[in-house]
């Protein structure tokens, strides 16, 4: 009888051990990584969005391409920095957006000219993507045309940075 006991308490032992060394394992908890929302909100807590010297984006309207020979030119957006327009065809068919973008709120955009190996007219000249044409005015200002037309290729998005008032603008930023 005395060896039955003994079992017994060895064998409760044993299991109160085990779930001793089961609640200590579930209790221990692994370092959070943290989400891909709070990897994002680490690295962006703290940067502003837009620089205070960053010209209004309703100044950047009067250097657009004028509207005509069928082309309308219609304002979508207008912020700290960039102002947005599209080209439509005289039927309202959206076939390019145009926009002027103030990288001094951004400066690493601007670094992509630097690798730069082709020019309109003066200007540091890059493919941004398939479908858009970019060029860098007086090392700030950034005139880019995306097409939204497949029939809207490189050459007509190089014709219409080239409609921008590219001499204006530079005159925007330089005294």
Do not use: H
């Amino acid at each position: 009888m005395r060896m039955g006991i003994r079992i017994r308490q060895s064998v409760v032992c044993m299991l109160i051990a085990a779930l001793l060394l089961w609640g200590a394992a579930c209790g221990k908890e692994e370092p959070k990584k943290p989400s891909r929302w709070e990897a994002t909100q680490e690295k962006t807590t703290g940067q502003k969005a837009v620089v205070k010297q960053a010209i209004a984006g309703g100044e950047f309207n009067k250097f657009f391409p004028q509207a005509g020979n069928g082309f309308n030119i219609v304002y979508t957006q207008e912020k700290q920095g960039f102002a947005e327009a599209k080209l439509e065809d005289a039927s309202g068919k959206e076939l390019a957006t145009l926009s002027i973008f103030d990288t001094v709120s951004n400066p690493e955009a601007a670094t992509k000219y630097q690798q730069a190996t082709e020019k309109l007219q003066e200007y540091p000249m890059v493919a941004v993507g398939e479908n858009g044409t970019a060029i860098l005015i007086a090392n700030r200002l950034q005139a880019q045309v995306r097409s939204k037309d497949a029939a809207f290729d490189a050459n007509a998005r190089q014709e219409w940075l080239q409609k921008f008032d590219l001499k204006g603008l530079s005159g925007v930023v330089t005294p």
